[in-house]
């Protein structure tokens, strides 16, 4: 079992709509948790992180935790063509142990 | 732009060859990582620091790997006699809570 899990995806979403990415993670100790963007043959960028369970909200992004069921997820309302991109999920249980999983590709289509 | 720099942004070796990567924060950082990321998958981490004491080192980072971060500003990522399986996208990382991404090195080894 991997550590951290995405469904690789690609995930097709119509323009305009809620794309929602999940992962899970194995570690119970883990502490933070980060959701990046990675455009193709660039780096990855941070768009989110959520330490407490519930909901956080940036801009069109929302952020879930749950640490019971060991799972995080991304909700990007009102996607947008620029949104495609593969989003990666990183777990962190101390300054050192950062995992991330291999990402889920995302697909607007207009 | 994340305030790190990473240089060559490109680098073809042929096998048994040395390489040196480096990267450059723009700001202080305390903590600073380096990852390795190879297609398809999410980066896999390789080494941290904090300040210019190396804490952790990953089992991926063979005796061939070596890292340094003389005064606690810029580091480097050396690999000797390179083999093919080390094609791959180098990434240097910098934050304390959160991690940000240089534009990395890709390194193909022919």
């Known amino acids: 079992q991997k550590e951290v899990e995405q469904n690789s995806g690609p995930l097709s979403v119509p323009e305009g709509a809620i794309a929602s990415l999940n992962c899970t993670y194995s570690d119970r100790g883990s502490q933070s948790f980060f959701w990046y963007r990675q455009y193709s043959g660039k780096s990855p960028e941070l768009i989110m992180f959520?330490?407490?369970?519930g909901d956080k909200e940036d801009g069109r992004f929302t952020a879930q935790l749950n640490k019971a069921s060991q799972y995080v997820s991304l909700l990007i309302r009102d996607s947008q063509p620029s949104d495609s991109a593969t989003y990666l999920c990183?777990?962190?249980?101390?300054?050192?142990?950062?995992?991330f999983g291999s990402g889920t590709r995302l697909s607007i289509r207009p | 732009d994340t305030g790190v720099s990473q240089n060559p942004r490109h680098k073809i070796t042929k096998r048994g060859q040395n390489v040196t990567f480096r990267c450059d924060p723009i700001?202080?950082?305390?903590?600073l990582y380096w990852y390795r990321q190879t297609l398809g998958q999410g980066p896999e981490f390789l080494t941290y620091f904090q300040n210019e004491a190396q804490l952790e080192k990953s089992r991926l980072l063979s005796d061939r790997f070596s890292a340094e971060r003389p005064k606690g500003s810029f580091s480097t990522l050396e690999i000797q006699r390179t083999e093919q399986g080390d094609s791959a996208m180098y990434l240097c990382?910098?934050?304390?809570?959160?991690?940000?991404f240089g534009p990395g090195t890709r390194l193909l080894v022919l």
């Open positions: 700001s202080e950082h305390n903590r």
């Open positions: 990382a910098v934050g304390d809570e959160t991690q940000y």
């Open positions: 959520i330490y407490s369970n």
């Open positions: 990183a777990v962190a249980s101390s300054a050192s142990k950062i995992i």
